[in-house]
């Protein structure tokens, strides 16, 4: 199994830039696919991107192409998602989530095992 901690989240005005990390600890970093999600208040949790083991398949929620991007760092045994041009929709709490399992990330929350605690992203207009 692994333990995973989001980081980066804060207050952004609309237009800006975050990175989120997500680090992961237990087993072997590598061998899991990875996803992120958010969830807005009052809301379900949604698939924003996806990134396979060795990084070579991305995926990404059908309004989040062109101003997300997932990478990962298996040296560092980290996920991030950079995201440009920021707006208010995208607030809520962003999560990421890892599988041994997927030979391909996957859009569906039950498609992963493994949940981090969350970071919360606010984007001020």
């Known amino acids: 199994q692994v333990h995973l901690v989001e980081s980066g989240g804060g207050l952004v005005q609309s237009g800006g830039s975050l990175r989120l990390s997500c680090s992961s600890s237990?087993?072997?970093?590598?061998?899991?696919?990875m996803g992120w999600f958010r969830q807005a208040p009052g809301k379900e949790r949604d698939f924003v991107a996806g990134i396979s083991w060795n990084g070579g398949i991305t995926y990404y929620g059908r309004s989040e192409k062109g101003r997300f991007t997932i990478s990962r760092d298996n040296a560092k045994n980290t996920v991030y998602l950079q995201i440009d041009n920021l707006k208010t929709d995208d607030t809520g709490v962003y999560y990421c989530?890892?599988?041994?399992?997927?030979?391909?990330?996957?859009?569906?929350?039950?498609?992963?095992?493994?949940w981090g605690q969350g970071t919360q992203v606010t984007v001020s207009s």
């Open positions: 237990g087993d072997t970093f590598s061998s899991y696919a």
């Open positions: 989530a890892a599988d041994r399992t997927l030979a391909h990330p996957a859009p569906e929350v039950y498609e992963y095992e493994y």
